[in-house]
Nanobody
Framework: QVQLVESGGGLVQPGGSLRLSCAASESIVSLNAMGWYRQAPGKERELVARIISGGYTTYADPVKGRFTISRRDNAKNTVYLQMNSLKPEDMAVYYC?????????WGQGIQVIVSS
């Protein structure tokens, strides 16, 4: 069982930045992928960004150029989501996930509020 703990959410003004962190109980090396989804009220959960074991990254179109996913290599169990130029439409609960084989494990979610 992989456990994931998110941190770094909160309230930010439009145009501001936040960095989300996700610490996994398993090494990223043993995980096929880690990443972030988000879910806004009344909407389905959607992929934001992911990083796979080879270090390759994928981003959803709405966040390309503004968000960056990275991993903490020395610990190999933490991923970050740097979010810049935040927009009101980025407001959502962000969920970290880690994948082992075909099984995904989820964090509890962390709120990101973008408001002036």
């Amino acid at each position: 069982q992989v456990q994931l703990v998110e941190s770094g959410g909160g309230l930010v003004q439009p145009g501001g930045s936040l960095r989300l962190s996700c610490a996994a109980s398993e090494s990223i090396v043993s995980l096929n992928a880690m990443g972030w989804y988000r879910q806004a009220p009344g909407k389905e959960r959607e992929l934001v960004a992911r990083i796979i074991s080879g270090g390759y990254t994928t981003y959803a179109d709405p966040v390309k150029g503004r968000f960056t996913i990275s991993r903490r290599d020395n610990a190999k169990n933490t991923v970050y989501l740097q979010m810049n130029s935040l927009k009101p439409e980025d407001m959502a609960v962000y969920y970290c996930y880690g994948q082992v084989g075909l099984v995904r494990y989820w964090g509890q979610g962390i709120q990101v509020i973008v408001s002036s």
